[in-house]
């Protein structure tokens, strides 16, 4: 949201530079390399917003905030029929005992604790958070496997489970071919080209960049690739990452070989 509001902000007659982020280390020394960094930048905390905005009048900068302010406002307040905001993520489980998957996405100091909270409460976990520790990713996964539940991420930004795009990923048509990514950019091209081809996803399952790493040993790849296994919609599976740890790629694909369905695997 704050990304697509940063571009509107941007394009708006008499504003310079904008920079409108959520205060976590990363974004501090974004906006200070942009020429946004004071006392009270460096101050403060990963759940503040951070507005810089450099104009060319008084004018253009109050229209700037105003339009924020009005941006900012109707994306809060509006929404669907079936929109609804809880306090916490037990209070969304009573609510909705059927769900099954939970969207992380608060700063990377916070992630790993609301990820164990989904994966406690019975829930999939598709964690688009980054700057989570190695340790707690690792211990994320662990945990995901021993439950035989899923942990996509920490830094995953592309996902479509049942045909609903999360993140950044596209829509396309549900079909027979599913995907485990652990590249977002090759899981888009992936799906997308499939769909131009005239066939369909039935899941992309991504696993953060950092899955098929030696420290990591390619837990969600394997576990990815076990459901779509086990998926009955799905008769095509395709492994898609950057290139992997040698041992780790050979454990995915030494695993890949007994799947009794058709297997690609692109690791470039």
């Known amino acids: 949201v704050l990304m697509q509001v940063n571009h509107a902000i941007s394009a708006m007659p008499g504003i310079h530079k904008a920079g409108i982020m959520m205060a976590t280390e990363m974004n501090k020394r974004i906006l200070g390399m942009i020429g946004f960094h004071d006392e009270a930048t460096e101050a403060a905390m990963p759940g503040d917003m951070l507005i810089g905005l450099e104009a060319e009048d008084a004018e253009s900068l ?14 809060k307040t509006t929404g669907g029929s079936r929109s609804k905001h809880f ?8 609510a909705r005992p059927e769900a099954t998957l939970a969207a992380v996405s608060v700063p990377g100091a916070y992630a790993a604790r609301e990820a164990h909270k989904a994966l406690d409460s019975g829930l999939n976990c598709f964690l688009f958070s980054d700057n989570v520790p190695l340790a707690e990713a ?3 996964k662990r ?5 035989n539940l899923l942990v996509m991420g920490p830094d995953c930004g592309t996902a479509i489970i ?3 795009p999360l993140a950044f990923a596209n829509v396309v048509s549900r079909g027979a071919i599913g995907v485990v990514g652990a590249s977002g950019t090759g899981t888009q091209e992936v799906t997308t080209i499939v769909d131009q081809l ?6 992309a399952i991504g696993t953060g960049g950092h899955d098929l790493s030696a420290s990591v040993g390619g837990l969600t790849m394997l576990a990815g690739h076990k ?4 998926d009955a919609e799905t008769k095509v599976i395709v492994l898609v990452s950057q290139p992997p740890s040698k041992e780790v790629a050979e454990t995915v694909l030494t695993s890949a070989k007994p799947a009794g369905k058709t297997v690609c695997a692109r690791f470039s």
Do not use: F, Y
């Not at 229209?63 to 302010?69: F, G, K, Q, R, T």
């Open 227 to 230: 459901a779509l296994t086990n």
């Open 162 to 164: 049942s045909g609903v």
């Open 143 to 147: 945990k995901a496997k021993a439950k």
């Open 138 to 140: 690792i211990a994320l």
């Open 198 to 203: 005239g066939e369909g996803i039935s899941h």
């Open 87 to 94: 306090g916490s993520l037990a209070a969304a489980v009573r």
């Open 62 to 75: 109050n229209a700037a905030l105003a339009a924020l302010e009005e941006q900012l406002t109707q994306r």
